[in-house]
């Protein structure tokens, strides 16, 4: 779907942003900017930045930061296009109807008709849950405690034990075969025809982040198996990528998700006051979840059962939350299984107890471990230390790494020093000691690069201040930034600021890809170190530009053909201006 950059230029002018934001968060002006608590992490000190001279808002606390685009993208949940159609309608700018090819509208049409046909079988369920046929399904509902108003919240319904019951349902509203087999709902057979797939079940719609109805959980009434059914994956509904109770725990802005492993554990915690639950759909925790939870929380606390198996899928997810960004906590359930067992017994008073009290997920996965080991015996603790130095030494942030080792140092009575020096040794000889040799976790989103990094802050300097572009235009063009984003960024600002107006608001505008949009983003919001002299800003300035400026010459002289004179005469005279830049001032003030 593309629309114009005039219109996107016109719908963004046509909603300050102030007035966007306002909406949200309770603003304060102080100066030009106004600022708030920002809606994107816990704090109790307002670090959230809005500037209606700009079109920006940046939180110093998180590093958030963007347009009033990307703030809709951030809090809504939406993508490029349904911000666009958001503040379009608000602004009451009419957008043009969209060109599609013949492929696009296929597409567009079969998620359509398949999330109709998913929402159309949500409600056939409910009804089926109030009526006669439904009376074994609700008094199971009941006795697990769940009253009326929770079970009208997550729409929990019921497929009767008739066979056919859903399909007959659906071809009377006109469906066609084909797209109730895409819908998963519907299984077609050669010999005994169209039947339904879930049947004497408890239904759990399964809904997406902007409360559509995208597959259904079926919990059998009986003894028949499986116990629990999953909707299979078709064009709307993807496991591995979207969270159950998602939908309504997105909006609760707390710091933390709890992350559960069944539906009812999610519902009883919702309706025990505990609003910010989710669940994985029938399948282990992936990157996919970890990075749609990465949107909302940095920090999830695991409620998962208490047994063997819980404990597992605990530590595999730990690595896949780490990598992610995400903080893990661990709650135990002991001596109950899992949450709704706990809450029913003891109550939302003792969950929340367990919550303060729940166990650093490192930590915990050392004491899982410490099972494995005589800890009594000094061949077993040596042994066990070796292990835990080995998992220390995969936090590559010194700081993060350092205040693990004093922390298991004290847990364990050794020395702090020493299992430093352990760590280091075991780093040297499984081979980790070059953070460019270590291995990558399987899913693990590649750690941006020190040069990638430079660019980030030449560009946040550059677009913030005027008077160092006109110092530095000589001796930098976009072609210095990597390919793609950075180097389009640049070059759109490059341009902006040759014709006399820059605008970082409407060169994110050019981005309409979700992932590039959030990128670009941040390189106009990077966290710079704070530099307390003028002195000490302009020498990081200068040693910045002169790491990009450098890779620049390494990678062009890289891919140069020896017999291509000009590229070589190109490359003799970045050579020159880069030893010109070394010698030049650039002063800041």
Not at 449 to 459: A, H, N, V
Not at 551 to 577: C, F, W
Request: proline share 3%; net charge neutral.
């Amino acid at each position: 779907m593309y629309y114009s950059d005039e219109i996107i230029e016109e719908v963004r002018s046509r909603n300050d942003i102030v007035d966007v934001i306002s909406s949200y968060v309770k603003l304060q002006k102080k100066g030009s900017s106004y600022f708030g608590l920002c809606p994107f992490h816990n704090e109790k000190s307002p670090s959230f930045s809005v500037s209606r001279q700009k079109q920006m808002y940046y939180c110093f606390g998180c590093g958030a930061g963007g347009n009033v685009f990307t703030f809709l993208m951030e809090y809504e949940n939406f993508t490029f296009v349904e911000a666009l159609k958001y503040l379009a309608d608000r602004a009451g700018v009419e957008l043009p109807k969209p060109e599609y090819s013949a492929e696009e509208r296929r597409r567009a049409d079969e998620k359509a008709i398949l999330l109709e046909i998913q929402k159309k079988a949500a409600q056939f369920y409910y009804v089926q849950l109030k009526s006669e046929q439904g009376q074994q399904a609700m008094k199971y509902l009941k006795g697990r405690r769940l009253d009326d108003e929770t079970i009208k919240a997550f729409g929990l319904g019921y497929s009767s034990k008739y066979s056919n019951s859903l399909y007959q349902f659906l071809k009377s509203l006109g469906y066609q075969d084909d797209m109730l087999a895409r819908s998963g709902l519907i299984t077609m057979d050669e010999k005994q025809g169209p039947h339904d797939k879930f049947w004497n079940r408890v239904m759990f719609p399964i809904m997406d982040a902007n409360n559509r109805v995208i597959g259904f959980g079926g919990r059998v009434m009986g003894d028949a198996k499986p116990k629990y059914l999953n909707s299979p994956e078709t064009p709307v509904f993807d496991k591995s990528r979207n969270l159950y109770g998602l939908n309504r725990a997105r909006t609760t802005r707390k710091s933390y998700f709890l992350l559960c492993e069944g539906y009812m554990d999610v519902i009883s915690l919702h309706q025990a006051g505990f609003t910010n639950a989710v669940a994985s759909l029938g399948t282990s925790l992936t990157p996919g979840h970890a990075s749609l939870i990465r949107r909302y929380v940095q920090e999830v606390y695991l409620t998962y059962d208490s047994d063997e198996a819980g404990t597992k899928a605990a530590l595999r997810a730990l690595p896949i939350l780490r990598d992610a960004g995400i903080t893990a906590r661990i709650i135990r359930m002991e001596p109950y299984k899992d949450p709704d067992e706990f809450i029913k017994n003891l109550g939302a008073a003792a969950f929340e107890e367990r919550i303060e009290k729940a166990r650093n997920g490192f930590m915990f996965s050392l004491e899982v471990l410490e099972r494995e080991y005589d800890l009594k015996s000094p061949e077993g603790k040596t042994a066990f230390m070796n292990e835990a130095a080995r998992r220390l030494g995969r936090f590559e942030e010194e700081i993060e790494r350092g205040n693990y080792i004093e922390a298991v140092a004290e847990k364990y009575r050794v020395g702090v020093e020493e299992l430093r020096r352990l760590v280091g040794k075991m780093a040297i000889r499984d081979g980790l000691a070059n953070p460019a040799k270590r291995p990558k976790p399987a899913g693990m989103k590649e750690k941006e690069d020190g040069i990638l990094r430079s660019q980030k802050i030449l560009l946040t300097w550059l677009q913030s201040d005027e008077r160092i572009f006109r110092q530095i235009e000589r001796y930098l063009s976009p072609e210095d930034f990597s390919e793609g984003v950075y180097r389009e960024a640049a070059r759109l600002l490059f341009e902006q600021y040759r014709q006399g107006e820059v605008n970082p608001a409407r060169i994110m505008n050019h981005f309409t890809n979700e992932e590039e949009h959030r990128e670009v983003a941040s390189l106009f919001h990077t966290r710079i170190e704070e530099l307390t002299s003028e002195r000490e800003k302009e020498k990081a300035l200068k040693e910045t530009l002169i790491r990009v400026k450098n890779h620049s010459i390494e990678e062009a002289g890289s891919h140069l053909d020896p017999t291509d004179m000009g590229g070589l005469q190109r490359l003799m005279e970045a050579k020159r201006n880069l030893q010109e830049l070394k010698e030049l001032h650039i002063s800041i003030n």
